[in-house]
C-alpha cells in the first residue's frame, strides 16, 4: 500500500522546508502569470503588460527567485558545498538558459529571450558565491547597489542599449529580459536571510505546503515545462473553440 509522508515531503535530502515554500511560491505566482499571458495570446483576456499591477506581479515573483539564490548560496556554502557540485549546477542552468533563447528563438523570433531569468541566475549565482560567507557585507553592497540606481543615474548606460539594440540587432520586445541592475542587488541581500536562520522556520505539515515544497523543490524543471504545458493547452483549447463556434 502507497503511504504518503508529508514530513519527507517537507524535508527531503534535509533540505529547508520553508525556503522550498519561498520558492515554491515564486513557481505558483509564475505559472498564474504566464497562464494569464498565453490568454492574453490567443485573445480571452485584454490587459497591458506595463500596467502597475502586473508590472508588481512581476516583481514580487522576480524578487522572490532572486532572493532566494543569495539565501540558497549561503546554505551551501555553509553545509561545505564542493565545488563540483556547484559547477555542476552551473552547467545545468548554461544549458537551461541555452535551451530556452533556442526554443524562444523559433517560436516568437522577433522576441526571443536573449537574457531572461535563467541567464540572470547563472551569472548572479557565480557574482554571489564568494559573498555567501560574508552575508553583512553582501547585504551591504546590495543596499549600496539598489541606492545608487534608484537615486542616482550612475547605471544608466544609453550607449549599451544602443549597442545591443542597434549594432547586435536584438529584440526591443523580447518575451522576457531580467536587467543586472539593480536586480543583482536582491541577489546580494538573500545570503542575510541564511545568516538570520529564517529557512529555520517551522512550515505546517499538509498537502498544501507538501505540494508548494514539491514545485520549489524542483523549480528548474517546472520552469522549463510548465509553460509549454500551458501554451499548448491554451493553444488546443483556443483552435476547439473555434472549430465547433
Do not use: E
Not at 543596499?143 to 544602443?162: E, G, N, R
Request: glycine share 4%; aromatic share 18%.
Amino acid at each position: 500500500m502507497l503511504s504518503l509522508n508529508l514530513n519527507q515531503l517537507h524535508r527531503p535530502d534535509n533540505r529547508s522546508a520553508f525556503l522550498d515554500i519561498y520558492r515554491g511560491t515564486a513557481v505558483l505566482l509564475m505559472i498564474v502569470f504566464h497562464f494569464c499571458w498565453d490568454l492574453r495570446h490567443f485573445g480571452y483576456l485584454d490587459y497591458s503588460l506595463t500596467a502597475p499591477f502586473w508590472v508588481g506581479f512581476r516583481t514580487v515573483i522576480v524578487f522572490l527567485f532572486l532572493s532566494a539564490i543569495g539565501w540558497s548560496s549561503y546554505l551551501a556554502v555553509h553545509a561545505g558545498q564542493p565545488f563540483s557540485r556547484f559547477r555542476k549546477h552551473m552547467a545545468v542552468l548554461l544549458f537551461a538558459a541555452t535551451l530556452i533563447s533556442l526554443v524562444t528563438y523559433i517560436v516568437f523570433p522577433k522576441q526571443w529571450i536573449f537574457f531572461g531569468i535563467l541567464h540572470f541566475i547563472f551569472f548572479a549565482s557565480i557574482a554571489v558565491r564568494p559573498l555567501a560567507q560574508r552575508p553583512v557585507i553582501s547585504l551591504a553592497l546590495g543596499i549600496v547597489i539598489a541606492a545608487i540606481y534608484w537615486l542616482t543615474d550612475w547605471f544608466a548606460f544609453p550607449d549599451f542599449k544602443h549597442f545591443l539594440y542597434n549594432d547586435l540587432h536584438l529584440p526591443r520586445k523580447t518575451v522576457d529580459i531580467i536587467a543586472p541592475l539593480p536586480w543583482i542587488s536582491v541577489v546580494f541581500i538573500g545570503p542575510i536571510l541564511g545568516y538570520l536562520k529564517i529557512h529555520t522556520f517551522m512550515v505546517p505539515s499538509n498537502l498544501v505546503t507538501a505540494a508548494i515544497t514539491f514545485f520549489g523543490r524542483y523549480a528548474l524543471r517546472v520552469y522549463l515545462i510548465h509553460q509549454i504545458i500551458l501554451f499548448t493547452l491554451v493553444a488546443a483549447a483556443h483552435y476547439l473553440i473555434n472549430f465547433f463556434i
